[in-house]
């Protein structure tokens, strides 16, 4: 496997239910980032992981749990979502969160779908 | 308040010719620029960056000038071809602050381009 990989692609969920978006890089990068993109809007940047500490949190609702246990696995854990949460969730990596680090490469994202 | 803006939602070319993309910014502790190509189903592929010290950087088919005076990039597309249909994104770097190395992205362009 190469670049960045999520699972699932696609996901259903119910307000009530719990689940889990995983993200993985094979790029050797030390961030990770997760955004989400509703539609017609710009990506919004949720969270960054740099080195396995969050570096930021754009004022996510804290039904949005983010989890970075290496430099090469993000997650994000979802519970009692609302169904404006509905969107596409696209995780990034690149080499690091800093200067050097600009290019982000993404993941082909997770469309969830709240019920 | 928008940072980075990309007022054409759509852009209709013929095979063969030019295809320019527009994107406009506010901030100014922008310094690095970024252009991501996104297909239906797949996340947003990296094509062309730019530094804030340069006005303009070619990748064969692909050039991105930047005017610095009137916070204004755009993307070059020259010979157009079908397979460039797309949604184009812009992207820009904070250089400091609390948001340092934070990428901030643009609405989206559709492109397409016709045979």
């Known amino acids: 496997e190469t670049g960045v990989t999520q699972t699932p692609r696609h996901l259903v969920m119910g307000m009530t239910n719990k689940k889990s978006l995983k993200c993985e890089q094979h790029?050797?990068?030390?961030?990770m980032y997760w955004y989400k993109q509703s539609a017609k809007k710009p990506l919004e940047l949720m969270f960054v992981?740099?080195?396995?500490?969050?570096?930021e949190n754009n004022s996510v609702p804290s039904r949005f749990s983010p989890e970075c246990p290496n430099s090469s696995h993000l997650f994000l854990h979802l519970h009692t979502l609302q169904p404006e949460d509905s969107a596409l969730y696209l995780c990034a990596s690149s080499p690091d969160s800093s200067g050097g680090g600009a290019t982000q490469y993404f993941g082909p994202g997770t469309r969830l779908t709240v019920l | 308040d928008q940072q980075v803006k990309q007022n054409s939602p759509s852009l209709s070319v013929q095979e063969g010719r030019i295809s320019i993309l527009n994107c406009d910014y506010t901030?100014?502790?922008?310094?690095?620029f970024l252009w991501y190509k996104k297909y239906p189903a797949e996340g947003p592929t990296f094509l062309i960056s730019?530094?804030?010290?340069?006005d303009k950087n070619e990748d064969g088919r692909f050039t991105v000038f930047l005017n610095k005076s009137a916070k204004h990039l755009s993307l070059h597309i020259v010979p157009s071809q079908p397979g460039d249909s797309a949604v184009y994104f812009c992207?820009?770097?904070?250089?400091?602050?609390?948001?340092?190395?934070?990428?901030?992205f643009g609405q989206g362009t559709i492109l397409t381009v016709h045979p």
């Open positions: 992981y740099n080195f396995k500490e969050q570096t």
């Open positions: 901030n100014s502790m922008f310094d690095y």
């Open positions: 730019i530094s804030s010290i340069k």
């Open positions: 992207a820009a770097r904070n250089a400091g602050g609390t948001s340092y190395g934070k990428l901030t």
């Open positions: 790029l050797g990068h030390n961030a």
